[in-house]
C-alpha cells in the first residue's frame, strides 16, 4: 500500500485505550476544520468538523476540541480500536470553494 | 447517494510519457471538484480545483494540466512527466462553500 506513514509523527496505543492527536494550524483566519482518517493505499475520510465559532465538538467515539487561542485542533478518540490505525489529517478552510489546507500526518498505531 | 470514482488505481509510466487521470462524480450536480497528490510521508497538496465545466484553477506550477470537459467528469494530464510527478493523486469533490471534501480511492503513479 501508499506508504503515507514513512517520516510521520507517530502515536503508540493499547487498545481501549483514549487517544489524542493533535494538530496546529497556521491561519487565525481560517473558519472551518476537518479531521480525515487515511487508511494506507485509500483515500481520507471524513472523521469529524467544526467550525470557528465553536470550541467543541462530539461524534461516535470521536470528539474535536478547537482552541482558536492558540491555533491548535485536537481529535480525541475514546476507546481505541486495532481498526482505528490510520493516519490522521488535520485540514483547515480559509480561501473558500473548500480548498482545504491539510497538516502533514499523525500516524496512529493501536495495538491489540 | 453520492460516489467518487478515479482511475487508474495504480500506474507505472516511463519519464516524458503522457498521462491522463480521470475522476467522475456521480449523485451529486454541480460539485466543486479538486486534484490533490500526496507524496509519500507528506500532506496533501492541491493542484487544481473547479467550481463549474471548463473553470479550473491552479493553486501551483508544475508539469499538469487540468480539465472538466463535463459537469460531474474531472481530469488531471500530462503531456510529459517527470521523475518528481511519482505520487498518489486523489480527487475530491465538495458541494459546499467551506464544506466537507469527499475523497477517490486514489490513483498511484510511478514514473521511471
Known amino acids: 500500500g501508499e506508504s503515507v506513514g514513512l517520516h510521520l509523527p507517530t502515536l503508540s496505543v493499547q487498545e481501549g485505550d483514549n487517544s489524542i492527536i493533535n494538530c496546529a494550524y497556521s491561519?487565525?483566519?481560517?473558519?472551518?476544520f476537518i479531521w480525515y482518517k487515511q487508511e494506507s493505499g485509500k483515500g481520507p475520510q471524513f472523521i469529524i468538523d467544526?467550525?470557528?465559532?465553536?470550541d467543541k465538538r462530539q461524534g461516535q467515539r470521536v470528539t474535536v476540541l478547537l482552541n482558536k487561542t492558540v491555533k491548535h485542533l485536537s481529535l480525541q478518540i475514546a476507546a481505541t480500536q486495532p481498526g482505528d490505525s490510520a493516519v490522521y489529517f488535520c485540514?483547515?478552510?480559509?480561501?473558500?470553494?473548500?480548498?482545504?489546507?491539510f497538516g502533514k500526518g499523525t500516524m496512529l498505531l493501536v495495538s491489540p | 447517494s453520492q460516489t467518487i470514482h478515479q482511475w487508474p488505481a495504480t500506474l507505472v509510466q516511463p519519464v516524458g510519457s503522457p498521462l491522463s487521470l480521470e475522476c467522475t462524480v456521480e449523485?451529486?450536480?454541480?460539485?466543486?471538484l479538486y486534484w490533490y497528490r500526496q507524496a509519500a510521508g507528506r500532506g496533501l497538496q492541491l493542484l487544481f480545483y473547479?467550481?463549474?465545466?471548463?473553470?479550473i484553477s491552479s493553486e501551483v506550477p508544475q508539469n499538469l494540466s487540468a480539465s472538466r470537459p463535463q459537469d460531474r467528469q474531472f481530469i488531471l494530464s500530462s503531456k510529459k512527466l517527470l521523475l518528481s510527478d511519482s505520487g498518489f493523486y486523489l480527487c475530491?469533490?465538495?458541494?459546499?462553500?467551506?464544506?466537507?471534501?469527499?475523497f477517490g480511492e486514489g490513483s498511484r503513479l510511478t514514473v521511471l
Open positions: 475530491a469533490w465538495s458541494s459546499l462553500i467551506a464544506g466537507e471534501l469527499f
Open positions: 491561519n487565525s483566519a481560517s473558519d472551518y
Open positions: 467544526i467550525r470557528s465559532n465553536m
Open positions: 485540514a483547515e478552510n480559509n480561501k473558500g470553494y473548500s480548498t482545504l489546507t
Open positions: 449523485g451529486t450536480s454541480n460539485p466543486n
Open positions: 473547479s467550481v463549474g465545466i471548463g473553470q
